[in-house]
C-alpha cells in the first residue's frame, strides 16, 4: 500500500525554524516530482515548493523564496521543507504531493495528511 506521511510541523515562535519531512513508501519515489502545498482555512491551497525526481529542478514561491528550502533523499524515500524565519502567515497545514513524472493521461499522484504549522508568540 502506498504511504505519504508529513511530520515535523509544531508551534513555533515568529523567526524560529522547522524542518517537514516527507516519508513515503510504496511506490517508486525517485519516479515522482515532489510539491510541497499549505493551506489555511479561508484561504487558497498554496504552492510552497517543488523538487523534480533527481532534485535538479526547484521552485519556490515568492513568499517563501530565501527562507524555505526543499530537499530530498531517494535512497531514504522522503522529502523535506526546511523553514527558517518563520512568520504568523506560514501558519497553515503543510501538505506532500508527489506525481509521477511520466507523460500519459494517468499519471499517479499521492496526498499526505498534512502536519500544522502555526508561527504565534
Known amino acids: 500500500q502506498v504511504h505519504v506521511v508529513e511530520s515535523g510541523g509544531g508551534l513555533v515562535q515568529p523567526g524560529g525554524s522547522l524542518r517537514l519531512s516527507c516519508a513515503t513508501s510504496?511506490?517508486?519515489?525517485?519516479?515522482?516530482?515532489i510539491y510541497w502545498y499549505r493551506q489555511t482555512p479561508g484561504k487558497e491551497r498554496e504552492l510552497v515548493a517543488s523538487?523534480?525526481?533527481?532534485?535538479?529542478?526547484?521552485k519556490y514561491a515568492a513568499s517563501v523564496k530565501g527562507r524555505f528550502t526543499i530537499a530530498r533523499e531517494n535512497a531514504k524515500n522522503a522529502a523535506y521543507l526546511q523553514m527558517n524565519h518563520l512568520t504568523p502567515e506560514d501558519t497553515a497545514v503543510y501538505y506532500c504531493?508527489?506525481?509521477?513524472?511520466?507523460?500519459?493521461?494517468?499519471?499517479?499522484?499521492?496526498w499526505g495528511q498534512g502536519t500544522q504549522v502555526t508561527v504565534s508568540s
Open positions: 504531493h508527489a506525481v509521477q513524472e511520466y507523460y500519459s493521461d494517468n499519471i499517479l499522484k499521492y
Open positions: 510504496g511506490f517508486t519515489f525517485s519516479d515522482f516530482n
Open positions: 523538487i523534480s525526481t533527481a532534485g535538479r529542478r526547484i
